[in-house]
Nanobody, 124 residues
């Protein structure tokens, strides 16, 4: 059983930066591809970014490309999401996910474990 705990979310002004962290426990971290999803009020949870088990492959939703960077530290069992040039439309609860399938990691149904989420609010 894998447990995921996100942190780092807060209120930030548009144009600012945040780094989210997701600490994993209870499993072999480098066996899992890791993802970030987000859910804004009244909307479905959407894919944001994914990273392969070794960190060599990454992928992003178009709306965050060039602004967000996903990374992982397998020695610390932690995945990060560096978010720059934040926009109001980035406001959401951000969820960390672990999956055995990097190729399917953009799909909610492919995520094996979820964290509890961390709130990111971007003000104008």
């Amino acid at each position: 059983q894998v447990q995921l705990v996100e942190s780092g979310g807060r209120l930030v002004q548009a144009g600012g930066s945040l780094r989210l962290s997701c600490a994993a426990s209870g499993g072999t971290f480098n066996n899992w591809a890791m993802t970030w999803f987000r859910q804004a009020p009244g909307k479905e949870r959407e894919f944001v970014a994914r990273i392969s088990w070794g960190g060599l492959s990454t992928d992003y939703v178009v709306s965050v490309k060039g602004r967000f960077t996903i990374s992982r530290d397998n020695a610390k069992n932690t995945v990060y999401l560096q978010m720059n040039s934040l926009k109001r439309e980035d406001t959401a609860v951000y969820y960390c996910g672990a999956t055995s399938s990097y190729s399917r990691a953009t799909m909610r149904q492919a995520i094996d474990y979820w964290g509890q989420g961390t709130q990111v609010t971007v003000s104008s």
